[in-house]
Nanobody, 124 residues
């Protein structure tokens, strides 16, 4: 079974930056995505990247978050810049079973493997 693990969460001041990392185990490569969930809010798909490097972003993070992939590895990163208090959430990494980002990539049901999440807290 594929295991997904996130790292890099922590406490950061508003306006600062943070870089999250995620790795999916195994030899196969998958499209991978980042989600987040804040208290009393719905799970939000924020970004997806295909094996070939095609990137997709939710409107709420477009322009200040960026996703990247380490070559041919199932390791992806989420660079978060200009962080705001509203970005405080648990951030989850997910892997699909396809090489391209699924249609309706923002839906969690499109992903088979999930990490446990990493907390990001933005303070002033």
């Amino acid at each position: 079974q594929v295991q997904v693990e996130e790292s890099g969460g922590g406490l950061v001041q508003a306006g600062g930056s943070l870089r999250l990392s995620c790795t999916a185990s195994g030899d196969d490569r998958y499209a991978m995505a980042w989600f987040r969930q804040a208290p009393e809010k719905e799970r939000e798909g924020i970004s997806c990247i295909s094996v070939a490097g095609a990137e997709f972003y939710g409107d709420s993070v477009k322009g200040h978050f960026s996703i990247s992939r380490d070559g041919m590895d199932n390791t992806v990163h989420l660079q978060m810049n200009n962080l705001k208090a509203e970005d405080t959430a648990i951030y989850y990494c997910a892997a699909a079973v396809t090489r391209t980002c699924p249609g309706s990539w923002r839906l969690g049901s499109r992903y088979k493997y999930w990490g446990q999440g990493t907390q990001v807290t933005v303070s002033s």
